[in-house]
């Protein structure tokens, strides 16, 4: 049904148990039938450890903060949607034909469980060594190109991009703090008109944990508007 | 300062760096000085992908959302804590003076942020196979005893022990749902009288949703309790 040569030729991997890979690519639509979800959390692990260690390594100089907020944006739905997007696994997903009509080749979470399972699978079937070597050739270009600097913005750049869309301003809202005076942490809500939920974040400081609300409101627009 | 030997001998390991588990041991009060918050970061994500893959292996039967569940309980601030509190991390944390009058040493966040932070030491120093084997030891008891039953009633859990505190009942709001039928996300709060906060969970289902803000209030409290 897929053709499992163009796969392993896009991963640039070979299976030894093939119907791993299968699996990977199963998505959760095909009701009563195996998927990938559990595949999806086993990746979803692996993939925080690779570009954890990843990130300590490229920047000795930043504190655990920036590495977190530089870990989201790398971790984050559309980052692996687009990731899978590349592999082309949107041509390969096992779907229900209700989903598929439904555009879910196309949807974020779909593409992006996919791009977990598979790093998941590959995991299982070549151990760590296979499952780095992967990650390595998937995230080279994005971690070359990720600045830290930009990330300690995220409240200018929400801000810069709701007034684009003719919104109002986010609303940052202390919702609480604990521990003492040396190891506080904030906990900050974001509300942005127009969207129902509040986003909500913690930190070492209010302003760390109001930047952190903020690129969560910025995440969730970027798979809003990916999913349009 | 610090008997560098007793804390490799409660831990099983010699290090190549001893300079790595100093500053594993380095409390973020320390202001000025370096700190373990950077090796905390790295260890979070190898302690996650640690139990990722053993709760796989383990519990080939489980779905996704119970293996979640799972992992989050033995992930969690209080679950670490008392790992550290085995190896008596307390004992040999740096701490600055005014949080150690402030009872630092038993501070839960500490605690677990040394645990987290010596895994990661152990991983620069030895490699995957070294902190994996440290990790063995210390979860076997918690990775023999885990029953995946239990967790699925977080709500009963949190009822009774709500009513035992002579509290009133959790009040469960649904906050949205994102998707379409096959692949809905429901964003659920359950808020506690008494506790300022909402504690906010996303599930595949209004019920998951619900069981997973339950366990995190639960999780909550129990910090709250080694926090006193």
Redesign the interface.
């Known amino acids: 049904m897929i053709d499992i040569d163009a796969v392993e030729r896009a991963l640039d991997y070979r299976f030894n148990h093939r119907d791993l890979l299968c699996l990977a690519l199963s998505h959760?639509?095909n009701?009563g039938l195996p998927n990938n979800?559990?595949l999806?959390?086993?990746g979803?692990?692996?993939i925080?450890?690779f570009?954890?260690?990843s990130l300590?390594r490229l920047f000795p100089q930043?504190?655990?903060g920036d590495?977190?907020a530089m870990r989201a944006r790398l971790v984050r739905n559309t980052t692996l949607a687009s990731l899978a997007r590349e592999l082309r696994l949107d041509k390969y997903l096992i779907m229900?034909s209700?989903?598929l009509k439904?555009n879910?080749r196309n949807?974020v979470?779909?593409l992006a469980d996919s791009f977990e399972a598979v790093a998941g699978a590959i995991?299982l079937d070549g151990g760590?060594e296979s499952v780095n070597q992967f990650l390595d050739g998937m995230y080279r270009t994005l971690l070359k190109d990720i600045q830290p600097r930009g990330l300690k913005d995220s409240k200018t750049r929400l801000q810069e991009r709701l007034q684009k869309d003719d919104s109002l301003l986010p609303v940052y809202r202390v919702?609480?703090q604990e521990?003492?005076?040396?190891?506080l942490?904030f906990?900050v809500s974001c509300s942005v008109p127009g969207i129902?939920?509040?986003f909500?974040a913690h930190g070492r400081s209010r302003k760390a944990a109001e930047q952190a609300a903020a690129e969560r409101v910025l995440s969730a627009l970027d798979e809003q508007e990916c999913d349009d």
């Open positions: 959760r639509s009701m979800q559990r999806e959390y086993l979803d692990s692996i925080g450890f570009i954890s260690q300590y930043l504190n655990e590495l977190t229900a209700g989903e439904n879910g949807r979470s779909a995991y760590i919702l609480g521990g003492e005076a040396h190891s942490t906990e129902k939920r509040a909500i």
